[in-house]
């Protein structure tokens, strides 16, 4: 066994005892309640009260000045936990289109399954609604392009509900990359893992699921057609037809939350891999997922890796981070805070010599000596913690920039540009895995490409 000298020793103590680590908690940007004006006003309505839908709401009616004015769902149900809610002065109906005629409606938030999510975000903007509509934006790649025209012809704002553009964590790690805290970027790598039914999608069936209280054709809409089947509405994400899998779920959050702090548009290659490998509960998508995305050098950062992962099966337990890594350091996001992590590397690079002779080893050392002085080196390793405060919900944030936007019409940075090239890569991830080979992508025009080279190589 090779024995530490007394100077690797004396080095190891001083890194150790020069490790520095500071905290610093954000403000927030959450504005207090105040009065709003009767004509600055925004009613909305919810299109599809699942669960995501109702947080959506709940969330958005902290915001002041905004009131809910309808909702639609196709499950009785919902329309009366709607009511029981938010009073029974709420207008409810099975049918969007109804909401979408009610003149007093301003925006909607949909939160269909994603199925849905195109066909009503288009319709509403042509109803003249602005849109606020969950992630993905798109169910299918085929359907990006088409939300985006409706957006710039119709002039609506839309935007998707994923909030981490809108959180001070994220603008924080901005901040820091674009300060050139880590240096040249050369890989992100991100995983959410989960252990738990709920976790994995199996949600709650209501015991008075029926064809009398559901209008099952018109949650099919454009799916293929299939019997009465509760299950598939109740826990829709397990199915290719009316959901993304993991990719439209999670992986979508991360790629918006790259974009953003990168100012990046997407990558050119996407791979990916994983399976069914313990949910068997009769869903058709993975409980494992793994994609790898070459992004392309642009002005704003070099050509980097991305490497995602996702598994529903994680024995211990939920936990997920956000990695940025460069040569000078790594910017991590997760557990409410965004933390800059840096050492600096050794001035000396080093020696292995024992494989030398040892009068070559002698005459190595004397040099390299004579080269590096023997001294003391300090490498003192430096960690700065930016945390939320407190009760800190950057989905109100995101709320806040939207109607802020409906009464300016100011445009929002996760518009459905944006939104499709967040979604994409995530889509995209599917057909890499169902179609078992690579996928090239151009994310400046937003098509699908043959597969090259220079694709390959990002």
């Known amino acids: 066994m090779k024995r530490s000298s007394r100077r690797e020793f004396l080095k190891a103590a001083a890194v150790g005892s020069m490790a520095t680590s500071f905290t610093t908690v954000l403000r927030a940007q959450t504005r207090p309640p105040h009065e709003v004006p009767p004509n600055e006003r925004i009613q909305i309505a919810l299109i599809g009260a699942g669960g995501q839908g109702m947080s959506d709401t709940r969330t958005a009616l902290r915001v002041p ?221 993975p409980d494992v997922m793994l994609g790898l995305y070459d992004y392309p050098k642009t002005s704003g950062h070099a050509a980097f890796t991305l490497s995602l992962k996702v598994n529903f099966a994680e024995g211990a337990g939920e936990n997920q981070a956000f990695r940025f890594v460069g040569p000078d350091g790594v910017i991590t996001i997760g557990g409410g805070a965004v933390t800059l992590s840096r050492r600096p590397r050794p001035k000396e690079p080093g020696y292995s010599i024992d494989t030398f002779p040892e009068a070559l080893q002698q005459a190595f050392l004397q040099e390299y000596h004579a080269k590096y002085p023997e001294q003391q080196e300090l490498r003192p390793g430096a960690e700065e913690v930016f945390a939320a405060p407190p009760g800190y919900n950057d989905g109100y944030d995101h709320f806040v920039t939207f109607f802020d936007a409906v009464r300016s019409r100011k445009p929002v940075t996760e518009d459905a540009s944006f939104g499709f090239r967040a979604a994409a890569p995530a889509l995209l991830t599917n057909d890499s895995y169902f179609e078992g080979r690579p996928i090239a992508w151009d994310a400046e025009t937003m098509k699908r490409t043959a597969t090259t080279e220079s694709a390959r190589r990002g």
């Open 65 to 285: 000045g905004i009131e809910l004015t309808a909702v639609a769902d196709i499950y009785d149900g919902r329309l009366t936990r709607s009511k029981e809610l938010w009073g029974a002065q709420i207008f409810t109906t099975r049918d969007y289109r109804e909401v979408l005629a009610r003149p007093e409606v301003d925006a909607v938030i949909i939160a269909t399954p994603d199925h849905w999510h195109s066909r009503i975000a288009i319709d509403a903007m042509k109803a003249g609604k602005d849109v606020y509509v969950e992630k993905p934006m798109v169910q299918r790649i085929d359907e990006g392009l088409s939300v985006v025209d409706a957006a710039g012809q119709t002039n609506r704002i839309l935007e998707v509900g994923s909030q981490r553009v809108s959180s001070i964590i994220y603008a924080k790690a901005r901040e820091l990359f674009r300060a050139g805290a880590i240096g040249e970027l050369n890989l992100v790598e991100a995983w959410i893992n989960r252990n738990s039914a709920l976790g994995a999608w199996q949600y709650s069936i209501p015991p008075d699921a029926s064809p009398q209280t559901i209008d099952w054709d018109r949650f099919i809409g454009h799916a293929p057609k299939r019997p009465f089947e509760p299950i598939r509405l109740f826990r829709w994400r397990n199915y290719r037809d009316y959901g993304t899998g993991i990719p439209g779920d999670l992986f979508v959050h991360l790629f918006s939350g790259i974009h953003y702090v990168l100012d990046s548009k997407g990558p050119t290659r996407v791979m990916a891999t994983g399976g069914l490998r313990f949910w068997n509960d009769g869903r058709d998508v």
